[in-house]
T-cell receptor, first 115, second 117 residues
Framework: AQSVTQLDSHVSVSEGTPVLLRCNYS??????LFWYVQHPNKGLQLLLK??????LVKGINGFEAEFKKSETSFHLTKPSAHMSDAAEYFC?????????????FGQGTILTVHP | DAGVIQSPRHEVTEMGQEVTLRCKPI?????LFWYRQTMMRGLELLIY????????DSGMPEDRFSAKMPNASFSTLKIQPSEPRDSAVYFC???????????????FGSGTRLTVV
């Protein structure tokens, strides 16, 4: 069985300050982990993915995430928030170590960026 | 609730053939989404419906793709004619509200793995 817990339903930061969105997972297999972003009225956009290669994964728009097996975490970070980062973010786990396994979504974290 | 039900789970077809994927959303969910997943691109939104009406089909790759939702409990995604590059996993998802507006609400089906040879 697999599950994902996003620890914060809402995160609010000021523009130019760091962003941290937290995600913990559980999986019976070597997981693939993803972060997706969704802006209102848009589809999901892949930010980055971990598939058992380097544990520090760099994604688009300056985001990165670190896979920590000992902590079963995959937190998303960005050094400096931009207004355009305001959106909902989803942590996703896929079982079996491939991108084709069953997808389990976290409940999402709304990121608000203040000027 | 049985969740979002997709059929078939696996489909292997020859290039040029018509393929129809089916989805039954969760009862009471007003939004239905069709996504395609590939290794290179992850999940791509193809189209979504609200109350059976297509709202955004800008992700449908070509005219060979079409989707319908004749009623609140059934949707189809059709590819005609199919091509090898259409091989992917196609996910259907439903939601009570539009994701991105404060709640995930997404429930995904198990997907249909399509292989076009």
């Amino acid at each position: 069985a697999q599950s994902v817990t996003q620890l914060d339903s809402h995160v609010s930061v000021s523009e130019g300050t760091p962003v941290l969105l937290r995600c913990n997972y559980s999986s019976s297999y070597s997981p693939s982990l993803f972060w997706y972003v969704q802006h209102p009225n848009k589809g999901l956009q892949l930010l980055l993915k971990y598939t058992s290669a380097a544990t520090l994964v760099k994604g688009i728009n300056g985001f990165e995430a670190e896979f920590k097996k000992s902590e079963t975490s995959f937190h998303l970070t960005k050094p400096s928030a931009h207004m355009s980062d305001a959106a909902e973010y989803f942590c996703v786990v896929s079982d079996g170590g491939t991108s084709y396994g069953k997808l389990t979504f976290g409940q999402g974290t709304i990121l608000t960026v203040h000027p | 609730d049985a969740g979002v039900i997709q059929s078939p789970r696996h489909e292997v077809t020859e290039m040029g053939q018509e393929v129809t994927l089916r989805c039954k959303p969760i009862s009471g969910h007003d939004y239905l989404f069709w996504y395609r997943q590939t290794m290179m691109r992850g999940l791509e939104l193809l189209i979504y419906f609200n109350n059976n009406v297509p709202i955004d089909d800008s992700g449908m790759p070509e005219d060979r793709f079409s989707a319908k939702m004749p009623n609140a409990s059934f949707s189809t995604l059709k590819i005609q004619p199919s091509e090898p590059r259409d091989s992917a996993v196609y996910f259907c998802a439903s939601s009570q509200r539009l994701p991105g507006t404060g709640s995930s609400g997404y429930t995904f089906g198990s997907g249909t793995r399509l292989t076009v040879v």
